[in-house]
């Protein structure tokens, strides 16, 4: 899961991108509002956290140019001056949530994996497909309710999947929502990593969890347990 | 622009001086006209009754004219020099002449006509200007021979040119008097009708200068409206002041308390997890604590210089944004809301209010929210209820209690209801909670319209 940071104070700009990256979540980091909106503009997030007061464009400005051009993902706000009437007007700019400054990570890290579920159709906070789990918080994932070790690239892979349970997912779509903007992406490791996830999830290959579609990519076939 | 500059004593001045001077100026000019043509009407009138009286008294015979008599009724064609002369010529020669004019010569060449004049100024000699009316007669004797005759009357110009120069002099010294004597007058009226204002300005230098706080003498009507909103303005920084100052206050005091229990923490424990605990349990009680003091400080207040909100607006705002935040919990929401639901507050305070209340009601409600708004003739109540599990008796009173200060306040309830209760009590109105027949909370807030 790829996730957009817009926010111009330098010390919790690193902290938030440093935790979030610690929880296995691609990041990219935006110092203020142009650079913000120019990253929202030219990649894929699943969901983007903006801070309301940035220099250049401010965040208000941002979240309305960035759905203005057709951006659907999530947007949470983050704001300092916890007042009704600049909620209210993030919200009506096209945020999704908000989270008033100072904030306990973990709230933050708990609006992320709602705001994403959510916009891809997910209830409960653990996602099940079919006989697999994944909990996005405490980053678990169980095969028939024992845990499994997955390295960080494989859990961001299957976390992507799972959100996307059922959807045929392109390579370009998985680099890019797997890799950081300045990453080296070469298409081929995606399919070592689906490789080393279909052997993890399928160990007896009676599952048959990811299905490749020649030419247009993978899909998790498992059926979703709302 | 300097005109824009000028003091309103100054504009009043010169446009009073201005449509004074035109005023007095036209009347003078009008007035001397008039006097002017009355005079010199009247002269020609009175050289036409001598015309009159000459031919009254002359006789004529069958030669012409034979004989005037020797004193006429006006005692000036008698006296030489008078400056009121008569001659009756026919052709060049004189026939008869007035005591007055010998030496003088006045008549016309021409003969006017048959009862006919001819009026004319003549200059004599010695620069004396007359004013000659020459009136034409034919004496048409038994043998049906005519005798044309002109009688000349002729009257100083200089008697009337200086009757005429003193009304002149009159009328200007009594215009000139009267125009000084009412632009002194409209002087002294100005500084006295203007004087409220020079009190004001004295009296808010005064305030300025912290010597008073108050607009406090009885001013004119017209004036009354603007003391009276400076004082509800000044009112209401003075509140606001204190409101700043109590919550500073408020906030420094609070703050302590979590200080001295994480500082009692760091120096007696030797645990790490149970410093990195207190730490946190006291950050965010500090930042709880900004949050709720910030908040009570932005708050505006009662005002009555404020311009009408709509509750409907902010309402509806402020649920769309929930049902946004809130779409996973589904809620249900039926909401009414009276169309004059209109408050002289300010808007900032009505968000805060409105949106922590319908916030708590969509967090702790399970699937229903009702808002009710109902307009009274001096107050609006506003209705909100949910379906959760509700507030326990004991704890009501303590949530909405007024002025409670939060770190005071029960455990465990949020900051958003202490903000709100302290909005209700800043706009002097009522806040309530009850047991809502949906099963949970239910929170009324009444406040005054005015």
Same mark, same amino acid.
């Given at each position: 899961?790829?996730?957009?940071?817009?926010?111009?104070?330098?010390?919790?700009?690193?902290?938030?991108?440093?935790?979030?990256?610690?929880?296995?979540?691609?990041?990219?980091?935006?110092?203020?509002?142009?650079?913000?909106?120019?990253?929202?503009?030219?990649?894929?997030?699943?969901?983007?956290?903006?801070?309301?007061?940035?220099?250049?464009?401010?965040?208000?400005?941002?979240?309305?140019?960035?759905?203005?051009?057709?951006?659907?993902?999530?947007?949470?706000?983050?704001?300092?001056?916890?007042?009704?009437?600049?909620?209210?007007?993030?919200?009506?700019?096209?945020?999704?949530?908000?989270?008033?400054?100072?904030?306990?990570?973990?709230?933050?890290?708990?609006?992320?994996?709602?705001?994403?579920?959510?916009?891809?159709?997910?209830?409960?906070?653990?996602?099940?497909?079919?006989?697999?789990?994944?909990?996005?918080?405490?980053?678990?994932?169980?095969?028939?309710?024992?845990?499994?070790?997955?390295?960080?690239?494989?859990?961001?892979?299957?976390?992507?999947?799972?959100?996307?349970?059922?959807?045929?997912?392109?390579?370009?779509?998985?680099?890019?929502?797997?890799?950081?903007?300045?990453?080296?992406?070469?298409?081929?490791?995606?399919?070592?990593?689906?490789?080393?996830?279909?052997?993890?999830?399928?160990?007896?290959?009676?599952?048959?969890?990811?299905?490749?579609?020649?030419?247009?990519?993978?899909?998790?076939?498992?059926?979703?347990?709302? | 622009?300097?005109?824009?500059?000028?003091?309103?004593?100054?504009?009043?001045?010169?446009?009073?001086?201005?449509?004074? !001077?035109?005023? &007095?100026?036209?009347?003078?000019?009008? *007035? #001397?006209? =008039? @006097?002017?043509?009355?005079?010199?009407?009247? $002269?020609?009138?009175?050289?036409?009754?001598?015309?009159?009286?000459?031919?009254?008294?002359?006789?004529?015979?069958?030669?012409?004219?034979?004989?005037?008599?020797?004193?006429?009724?006006?005692?000036?064609?008698?006296?030489?020099?008078?400056?009121?002369?008569?001659?009756?010529?026919?052709?060049?020669?004189?026939?008869?002449?007035?005591?007055?004019?010998?030496?003088?010569?006045?008549?016309?060449?021409?003969?006017?006509?048959?009862?006919?004049?001819?009026?004319? !100024?003549?200059? &004599?000699?010695?620069?004396?200007?007359? *004013? #000659?009316? =020459? @009136?034409?007669?034919?004496?048409?004797?038994? $043998?049906?021979?005519?005798?044309?005759?002109?009688?000349?009357?002729?009257?100083?110009?200089?008697?009337?040119?200086?009757?005429?120069?003193?009304?002149?002099?009159?009328?200007?010294?009594?215009?000139?008097?009267?125009?000084?004597?009412?632009?002194?007058?409209?002087?002294?009226?100005?500084?006295?009708?203007?004087?409220?204002?020079?009190?004001?300005?004295?009296?808010?230098?005064?305030?300025?200068?912290?010597?008073?706080?108050?607009?406090?003498?009885?001013?004119? !009507?017209?004036?009354?409206?603007?003391?009276?909103?400076?004082?509800?303005?000044?009112?209401?920084?003075?509140?606001?002041?204190?409101?700043?100052?109590?919550?500073?206050?408020?906030?420094?005091?609070?703050?302590?308390?979590?200080?001295?229990?994480?500082?009692?923490?760091?120096?007696?424990?030797?645990?790490?997890?149970?410093?990195?605990?207190?730490?946190?349990?006291?950050?965010?009680?500090?930042?709880?604590?900004?949050?709720?003091?910030?908040?009570?400080?932005?708050?505006?207040?009662?005002?009555?210089?404020?311009?009408?909100?709509?509750?409907?607006?902010?309402?509806?705002?402020?649920?769309?944004?929930?049902?946004?935040?809130?779409?996973?919990?589904?809620?249900?929401?039926?909401?009414?809301?009276?169309?004059?639901?209109?408050?002289?507050?300010?808007?900032?305070?009505?968000?805060?209010?409105?949106?922590?209340?319908?916030?708590?009601?969509?967090?702790?409600?399970?699937?229903?929210?009702?808002?009710?708004?109902?307009?009274?003739?001096?107050?609006?109540?506003?209705?909100?209820?949910?379906?959760?599990?509700?507030?326990?008796?004991?704890?009501?009173?303590?949530?909405?209690?007024?002025?409670?200060?939060?770190?005071?306040?029960?455990?465990?309830?949020?900051?958003?209801?202490?903000?709100?209760?302290?909005?209700?009590?800043?706009?002097?109105?009522?806040?309530?909670?009850?047991?809502?027949?949906?099963?949970?909370?239910?929170?009324?807030?009444?406040?005054?319209?005015?």
């Amino acid at each position: 899961m790829r996730i957009l940071v817009i926010e111009d104070e330098t010390h919790l700009r690193e902290q938030i991108t440093q935790q979030l990256q610690k929880q296995n979540l691609t990041v990219d980091a935006a110092k203020d509002g142009e650079e913000g909106l120019y990253f929202g503009s030219e990649y894929a997030y699943d969901v983007a956290i903006i801070d309301l007061g940035l220099p250049k464009l401010s965040g208000i400005q941002v979240i309305q140019e960035l759905r203005l051009t057709g951006k659907e993902f999530p947007i949470l706000i983050l704001t300092a001056r916890g007042r009704w009437q600049d909620k209210v007007e993030g919200l009506e700019a096209g945020a999704d949530d908000y989270l008033v400054k100072p904030f306990h990570f973990e709230e933050l890290l708990a609006r992320i994996n709602a705001l994403a579920r959510r916009a891809s159709g997910w209830a409960n906070s653990t996602m099940r497909c079919g006989p697999i789990t994944l909990n996005p918080s405490s980053q678990e994932v169980t095969l028939n309710e024992s845990a499994i070790e997955l390295t960080a690239y494989e859990y961001r892979l299957l976390h992507y999947m799972m959100l996307h349970a059922g959807e045929v997912i392109s390579k370009t779509e998985l680099t890019d929502h797997l890799y950081e903007q300045d990453h080296d992406r070469d298409s081929n490791v995606i399919e070592v990593f689906i490789k080393r996830l279909r052997t993890k999830l399928d160990p007896d290959k009676t599952l048959n969890a990811i299905e490749t579609l020649r030419g247009r990519g993978y899909r998790l076939t498992l059926e979703r347990v709302n | 622009m300097l005109i824009n500059k000028l003091s309103l004593s100054s504009r009043l001045l010169i446009a009073v001086s201005i449509v004074l !001077t035109a005023f &007095l100026g036209l009347s003078a000019f009008s *007035l #001397n006209n =008039a @006097y002017q043509a009355s005079t010199d009407s009247a $002269q020609q009138k009175r050289l036409k009754n001598y015309v009159y009286t000459l031919l009254a008294s002359a006789d004529f015979g069958s030669h012409g004219l034979e004989k005037m008599p020797e004193d006429l009724s006006e005692p000036n064609f008698s006296i030489p020099n008078s400056g009121l002369y008569a001659q009756i010529t026919t052709g060049d020669e004189i026939v008869w002449q007035s005591k007055s004019s010998l030496g003088l010569f006045i008549a016309l060449p021409d003969h006017p006509g048959a009862s006919k004049e001819y009026l004319s !100024t003549i200059m &004599l000699n010695n620069k004396v200007k007359l *004013l #000659n009316l =020459a @009136y034409g007669i034919v004496w048409e004797n038994e $043998q049906g021979k005519n005798f044309e005759y002109t009688i000349n009357v002729s009257e100083d110009l200089n008697v009337t040119n200086q009757q005429k120069a003193g009304f002149h002099r009159t009328l200007w010294y009594w215009l000139g008097g009267t125009g000084l004597i009412l632009l002194i007058a409209q002087a002294l009226i100005l500084r006295w009708s203007l004087r409220p204002l020079h009190d004001v300005a004295s009296d808010l230098h005064a305030i300025e200068s912290g010597d008073r706080t108050r607009l406090l003498k009885n001013y004119p !009507t017209e004036l009354s409206q603007l003391t009276q909103n400076i004082n509800t303005l000044l009112d209401h920084e003075e509140s606001r002041r204190k409101r700043y100052k109590n919550s500073l206050a408020d906030l420094a005091h609070s703050l302590k308390t979590p200080l001295a229990v994480f500082r009692g923490e760091l120096e007696n424990s030797s645990n790490i997890t149970d410093i990195k605990q207190t730490g946190h349990e006291q950050l965010d009680r500090i930042s709880a604590l900004v949050d709720y003091q910030l908040q009570r400080a932005a708050t505006e207040g009662h005002s009555s210089l404020q311009a009408p909100v709509s509750l409907g607006d902010i309402i509806t705002k402020i649920l769309l944004s929930l049902d946004k935040v809130y779409q996973s919990k589904n809620i249900r929401r039926q909401c009414e809301i009276q169309r004059d639901a209109f408050i002289h507050a300010d808007v900032g305070d009505m968000y805060e209010l409105i949106g922590n209340l319908l916030e708590n009601a969509y967090k702790y409600g399970d699937k229903r929210v009702n808002v009710l708004v109902v307009t009274r003739l001096d107050s609006i109540d506003i209705h909100i209820e949910d379906d959760g599990n509700g507030i326990p008796k004991y704890a009501r009173d303590d949530i909405i209690k007024r002025g409670k200060r939060m770190d005071t306040q029960v455990e465990g309830q949020g900051l958003g209801l202490a903000i709100a209760s302290d909005i209700v009590a800043a706009y002097q109105g009522e806040i309530k909670l009850e047991q809502s027949h949906l099963g949970g909370a239910r929170f009324i807030v009444s406040l005054p319209r005015q």
